[in-house]
Each structure stands twice: as structure tokens, then as C-alpha cells.
């Protein structure tokens, strides 16, 4: 859909987004694959949220931020991955203009509250590892309402400004998006104003937002690692180690691939490429965060279980 613009330009009001190409063979099996994992990315939040909460063993600060990251993860989710699975029917999904702007908002917003809750995160091991003794000084109820309040404030905060110049743009046509949802670039891409000075601000504000604490994450886990490995005993540096391997895993992949995707050469040949990175921060990460954490944590199979024999016994 469109309309008439001054001049010979013709305004675009809805955009299409093309999804994972125009290969019949895959769709079904796409379809159902991205629809199991959107189910389990729910539940399993819905999951952990629902321990943490009614559990009072877990009501520690690393499962309040834990906690808030599945909240989070849920949000994600539901942003990104009905929209997806309708790209599978026809030949893509049909998005308005607005209804993108108001997707990719939703996106930015979720993308760096994550960035900062997974610091605030690293910070509670560091401080675990590291100063033991300080621990429930430093990490007081205060302290860790404050990190939440302050991870989720700074991504509202860096994607209000980015959205305020991204809906300044007019988009003439093509009206194609080559991708599974509106990020910045395939949709910066279609419009026929200047984007010059969205793209600066943006890539400053990305900066600003999200390398420091990248930086952050980075050192506390170079101080965890260097306090494990003064530690005398085998079982004492395994013992360490287990309280942050989770975390570091959920981190790994979500800035492993964050970094590959926006540091690769915006070019049509590694559109695909580019896609198939961006499933694993958009949809993967999500998924894996109650995985990893069940899986691999000692304390959540603990309460699990303990939710399970109340369960039973009240059947």
C-alpha cells in the first residue's frame, strides 16, 4: 500500500518482510521448528519466573536478576517470533510502516535493557568469586532494585532517541525488508530521505549503550577467572567456576553473535549470512536462558523439584 507524495514519489505504507527466502521444501519444516521453539521459550521462562518467585530458597540476588532477564526473554520473544512464523505463509509477512517502527522500538529496547542486566548479572558473580566476605553488604535488596531499575531505564532510554529520528524518515519504495524482523539496517536501507545523521546517531548511541558494559562484563569475568585460578584446590576452583559457567554460556552466545552480525559488511551477499547469526540473539539466546539455567543449575533442579513432590502431593 501507498500513497501520492509531492513531486513524482510515492510514499510506502506497509513493508514486506521476506523471512528465510522463497524455498517451499523448508518452509513446513521452518515453520515447525521456530513454533516449537517459541513454545518452549515461553513455558521455560514462564517457568523460571513462576520458581523464582514462589520459592523462597531462590530469593537471592542472582535469581532476581535472573528473574528479570526471563521476563525479559518472554517479551523478546513475543516481539520477534510471531510475526516470523506468519513470513512462512505466502511470500512474506505484510508490516505497516508504523507497526515496524513500533517492532524494531520493542527490539532495541529489549536488546540493551539485556546488555545491562546481563552486566548486573557478571557484576553478583564477581562479587561472589571474588569478595566473598562483602558479598551481602554490596549486594544488598537495595542495590540489586537499583541495577534492574537502572538496566531497564537505560535501554528505554538509548531506543527512545533512536526511534525519534528513524520515525522522522520517509520510505518511497522498495518496499521489501530481506530479513525475519525490522532491525535498523534493512529498514534504514529503504528510505529515500537522508539517513545520514540517523546512522551517526545511532552508531554513537549503540556505542554508548553497549560497549561499556560489554567492557564491564568482559572485566568481571577477567577477575573471576584470575581469582579461580589462585585458588589451591581442584574442587574449590570447580565449586567457583559452577556458580558463573551458566551465565558466562548465555553470555557467550548473545554477545558472540550480537558482535558478528552488526560488525559484518552490510552487503546482499551476506544478507543470509547475517540472518542466520541473528537467530541466535534474537530466538537461540531466549531459548537457552531457562535451558542452561535448569540444566546446569543445582539450586533451580532443587526447587523444581521441590514444586514437583508439592505438586504430587497435593494431586
Avoid at 528479570?68 to 510471531?82: H, M, V
Avoid at 581442584?234 to 552466545?253: D, E, N, P, W, Y
Wanted: charged residues 10%.
Amino acid at each position: 500500500m501507498a500513497k501520492k507524495r509531492s513531486g513524482n514519489q510515492t510514499v510506502i505504507q506497509e513493508f514486506l518482510l521476506l523471512g528465510f527466502g522463497d524455498q517451499p521444501e523448508t518452509q513446513t519444516v521452518l515453520f515447525l521448528l521456530f513454533l516449537a521453539i517459541y513454545i518452549v521459550t515461553i513455558v521455560g521462562n514462564l517457568f523460571l519466573i513462576t520458581l523464582v518467585i514462589t520459592d523462597q530458597r531462590l530469593h537471592t540476588p542472582m535469581y532476581f536478576f535472573l528473574g528479570n532477564l526471563s521476563c525479559l526473554e518472554f517479551f523478546y520473544s513475543s516481539t520477534i517470533l510471531p510475526r516470523m512464523l506468519a513470513t512462512f505463509f505466502a511470500d512474506g509477512e505484510t508490516i505497516s510502516v508504523n507497526e515496524c517502527i513500533v517492532q524494531y522500538y520493542f527490539f532495541g529496547f529489549l536488546l540493551g535493557t539485556e546488555c545491562y542486566l546481563l552486566t548486573a548479572m557478571s557484576y553478583d558473580r564477581y562479587l561472589a568469586v571474588c569478595r566473598p566476605l562483602h558479598y551481602g553488604s554490596l549486594m544488598n535488596c537495595r542495590i540489586c532494585l537499583q541495577l534492574a531499575a537502572g538496566s531497564w531505564f537505560s535501554g528505554f532510554l538509548a531506543n527512545n532517541i533512536v526511534i525519534y529520528f528513524i520515525s522522522q524518515l520517509v520510505f518511497c519504495g522498495p518496499n521489501e525488508i530481506d530479513h525475519f524482523f525490522c532491525d535498523f539496517a534493512p529498514m534504514v536501507k529503504l528510505s529515500c530521505s537522508d539517513t545520514h545523521l540517523t546512522e551517526v546517531v545511532t552508531s554513537i548511541l549503540a556505542a554508548v549503550f553497549t560497549l561499556p558494559p560489554f567492557l564491564l562484563t568482559l572485566l568481571s569475568y577477567i577477575c573471576i577467572v584470575v581469582t579461580i585460578l589462585r585458588i589451591p584446590s581442584t574442587t574449590g576452583r570447580q565449586k567457583a567456576f559452577s556458580t558463573c559457567s551458566s551465565h558466562l554460556i548465555v553470555v557467550t552466545i548473545f554477545y558472540g553473535t550480537v558482535m558478528v552480525v552488526y560488525m559484518l559488511p552490510k552487503s546482499n551477499t551476506l544478507s543470509a549470512l547475517n540472518k542466520v547469526f541473528s537467530v541466535f540473539y534474537t530466538i537461540l539466546t531466549p531459548l537457552a536462558n531457562p535451558l542452561i539455567y535448569s540444566l546446569r543449575n543445582r539450586e533451580v533442579k532443587e526447587a523444581w523439584k521441590r514444586v514437583f513432590n508439592k505438586c504430587m502431593a497435593a494431586a
